[in-house]
């Protein structure tokens, strides 16, 4: 039997993940050959007639099998470009997104000066807490997750980037690991679970089959992890201090209720497709 070519393979993956309902089918199709080839998806274009060994098509099936299941694309390649930096990534931890690292940049831009102590609340991956680290040399950056799991990742990835002896790592809730009081925080940062548990039931299967609910759901209205923040947020603020949350795009009016409940001045800020994506809260 001949063996099949780039272009017979792309053709025949690209007709199942169709079937599948996968999303960007070409897209999916390529980057899980070139994977599979350890090339850049550029060069299969150069190659497209190249015939595949049987050896090479036994390393790609079951990645096809996966992303058919509709695992996300980034666990099967287990890494995701996150700020200028290559991350790893697997179901210990929520994916980090686009939109987590516009948050990053419109902190950059809200500082006039940068920051000396920095807590990332909730670090999963550790992209937050990572990627300020790298922004910002001269801070300390403290993380906390409550997941085990998520911060022996987040640990892996800091010794990856180099910058684990800048980031301490805390496990618990929230603010609970650490001292009250003891740590007064130019910024404290956090991509909290938001969705109701409405917009659970609706989201795509890459989300409800792999990706950890308790980093994306928080209860019916999706507000109770921003209240626990919220709640405590100013007692680790330094005053001149920033609270900068990335939130869901229907609950501006309850955040505005925290923030003044907690003391804090707070206002929504866009993201670039216009929503109301993040929050920024200020201790004056």
């Known amino acids: 039997m001949p063996l099949l070519t780039i272009r017979e393979i792309k053709e025949r993956t690209e007709g199942f993940f169709e079937s599948k ?60 470009d996150f700020c200028d930096m290559l991350l790893k990534v697997d179901a210990r931890a929520l994916i980090p997104r ?5 948050l990053v940049e419109r902190v950059s831009e809200a500082l006039s000066v940068a920051p000396k102590q920095i807590l990332d609340l909730g670090t999963g991956s550790g992209a937050l807490a990572l990627a300020l680290a790298k922004r910002y040399p001269e801070a300390s950056v403290d993380a906390v997750d409550f997941s085990a799991p ?21 496990e618990g ?17 956090s ?10 039931t609706t989201a795509e299967p890459e989300v409800v089959a792999y990706e950890p609910h308790s980093a994306l759901v ?26 900068a949350l990335e939130t869901g795009i229907a609950q501006t ?21 216009g929503r109301p994506r993040f929050y920024f809260a200020h201790k004056d």
Request: with cysteine; charged share 25%; glycine share 6%.
């Open 21 to 80: 309902g996968v999303p960007n089918a070409r897209l999916d199709t390529d980057t899980l050959i070139a994977h599979s080839l350890g090339i850049k998806r550029l060069e299969l274009y150069l190659d497209l007639d190249r015939p595949l060994t049987e050896s090479q098509l036994a390393e790609l099936r079951p990645l096809v099998k996966r992303r058919a299941d509709r695992e996300p694309m980034q666990y099967i390649i287990g890494s995701v």
């Open 98 to 102: 686009y939109e987590t690292e516009e």
């Open 150 to 170: 998520a911060l022996s990742l987040a640990k892996e990835n800091a010794i990856t980037q180099e910058l684990a002896e800048r980031i301490t790592f805390h």
């Open 173 to 189: 809730s929230w603010f609970n690991p650490l001292e009250a009081g003891d740590e007064q925080y130019a910024l404290i940062i």
């Open 191 to 200: 991509n909290p679970p938001y969705l109701t548990t409405a917009e659970m």
């Open 218 to 243: 928080s209860g019916a209205d999706g507000l109770d992890d921003l209240h626990l923040i919220f709640k405590d947020a100013a007692v680790y603020l330094q005053r001149g201090g920033l609270l």
């Open 253 to 273: 009016a309850a955040l505005d209720a925290m923030a003044e409940g907690a003391g804090l001045r707070g206002h929504c800020i866009e993201d670039l497709s």
